[in-house]
């Protein structure tokens, strides 16, 4: 037994240790190419979510005719649906806006978005519109990454509180009583 121990200890202090050091220098590649997956993996099911959930809310108001919908009921109601989103209540800003279909000039390209550096609710563009008019509503929500400093967390261009941004839009026409 006892020159089983002294060979083991000698075929141990043996080794080149060529081994470790491949490992030290393919495991950051593998490990950085499997979070970059996972983020935008995850960032891409909650976009998807998040447009779904829009969809969904747009069509629930296209079959409601007449009815007078409020920030809070909409945002309630995709918050229900994209459960991927944390916090989803405080970190998403909803917008309503009429287009106008004779000029599309005035079809905003920036999104408004939430700041979470912010205490105060800011003034959201909000309208229901009135018959025959198109509609374009906007969600864009602020969710942290889950690996913000390695790397696809780390490129990802992010705000001041160190959120990326998704945003969804779906638009319709409301229809004559």
């Known amino acids: 037994m006892r020159n089983f121990i002294r060979n083991s200890c000698r075929r141990f202090l043996g080794e080149s240790g060529a081994a470790s050091v491949e490992f030290v220098i393919v495991f950051p590649i593998f490990f950085t190419v499997f979070v970059s997956a996972f983020e935008l993996a995850m960032m891409n ?28 009921d909409i945002r309630d109601g995709i ?51 009135v018959e025959n008019e198109f509609l374009l509503v906007r969600g864009c929500a602020v969710i942290d990454p889950f690996f913000p400093t390695v790397g696809i967390g780390r490129t990802m261009p992010k705000d001041g509180t160190g959120g990326y941004i998704i945003t969804a839009s779906s638009a319709f026409v409301n229809e004559p009583d």
């Open 45 to 72: 099911t909650r976009a998807v979510l998040l447009e779904r959930a829009t969809d969904i809310v747009v069509r629930d108001i296209r079959l409601n005719q007449g009815a007078d919908y409020e920030y809070a």
């Open 79 to 129: 918050c229900e649906m994209s459960f991927a989103i944390p916090g989803c209540v405080g970190a998403i800003k909803i917008e309503m806006t009429p287009v106008s279909t004779d000029t599309w000039g005035t079809l905003p390209t920036e999104v408004d978005c939430i700041n979470r550096q912010e205490s105060v609710d800011p003034i959201v563009n909000f309208t229901n519109g």
